[in-house]
């Protein structure tokens, strides 16, 4: 019982952390945000860790396959060691990188917004058999050279931050048609509202 209790007060002191690092990094600025621009951040910050995630898995298997195949006794086990390039520069990218400041539709809806010509969302539910398992949110940006960026946006906050958008890109056509999306395939910047 006294172990317990010692331990039911025990709080993290540590003045440096992994978690507090990257609160400075990356949530800074959020107070200051919108809540819709909170949830592309939010989003694009997720996305970027599943990035970050994904280059270290293919830089560290690589390295556990050498190691495994050099106690096996394979003596061109080193040369397995290659095939961690492509992740270790992928991860050196993302780290020059932090999302979301350099990620290409923040800059985008802070520096140049002109260039976004179009927004739609696409909401998922999920449904086998009927029964109603959950529900994904996708927010699509097309630009005017023909690009497109999307980013995962929880459904229930599709409706908040497109309405941010519409304030924020008066210029921009909103919502999804096959018309639009003929138009946009002939000629981007046909979907610009005239002023």
Known sequence: MAKLQR????????PFSAYKITNKLFRSADNDLHPALRYIRR?????????????????ALPVLLC???????????PAVLLL?????????QLVRKPAPQHHRLWELLFHNPLKIVWVYSVRTQVIPFGFYLWETGLMVFKLNDGDEISIA?????LKVVSRFLNKLLPHATFGYS???????????AQLV???
């Open 7 to 14: 331990n039911a007060g025990f709080q993290n002191k540590a």
């Open 43 to 59: 989003s694009l910050r997720r996305e970027w860790w599943w990035q970050l995630a994904l280059a270290l898995a293919l830089a």
């Open 67 to 77: 190691w495994w195949l050099s106690r096996a006794g394979y003596e061109w086990a």
């Open 84 to 92: 961690s390039a492509p992740g270790l520069r992928w991860l050196v």
């Open 153 to 157: 946006i929880p459904a229930r906050k």
């Open 178 to 188: 096959p018309e639009r999306q003929k138009l946009f395939e002939e000629n981007p």
């Open 193 to 195: 509202k005239p002023d």
